[in-house]
């Protein structure tokens, strides 16, 4: 297990720009397949993107493909999430999710073993 530090939310306009981090701890977060999850109010927690290994793939929510990317830098311990041309309905409490493995499951919160404690995404129209 790792422990997840999210930063990078707050106000924006609907159109713009913010880039969210999620540092890991320990030597092994590398090996970890990072997902991204978001939870607006009144809503269950929903699936945005996850990465796997540096080299490996990439998956995104059909809500977010073309908007949002995510990428990770091992040197650094974070994985990132860039989010384009953000909407009202992207705002949202933003967590990310670590497993150490998830198979084709990266969809599923429930495969993930750590946590971060969520960063505040506010998109105003």
């Known amino acids: 297990q790792v422990n997840l530090v999210e930063s990078g939310g707050g106000l924006v306009q609907a159109g713009g720009s913010l880039r969210l981090s999620c540092v890991g701890s320990?030597?092994?977060?590398?090996?970890?397949?990072v997902a991204w999850f978001r939870r607006a109010p009144g809503t269950e927690r929903e699936f945005v993107s996850a990465v796997y290994i540096s080299g490996g793939s990439s998956y995104y929510a059909d809500s977010v493909k073309g908007r949002f990317t995510t990428s990770r830098d091992d040197a650094k311990n974070t994985v990132y999430l860039h989010m384009n041309s953000l909407k009202p309905d992207d705002t949202a409490v933003y967590y990310c999710?670590?497993?150490?493995?998830?198979?084709?499951?990266?969809?599923?919160?429930?495969?993930?073993?750590?946590w971060g404690q969520g960063t505040q995404v506010t998109v105003s129209s």
């Open positions: 999710a670590a497993a150490p493995y998830t198979a084709d499951a990266y969809y599923n919160s429930e495969v993930y073993t750590s």
């Open positions: 320990g030597n092994t977060f590398y090996t970890y397949t």
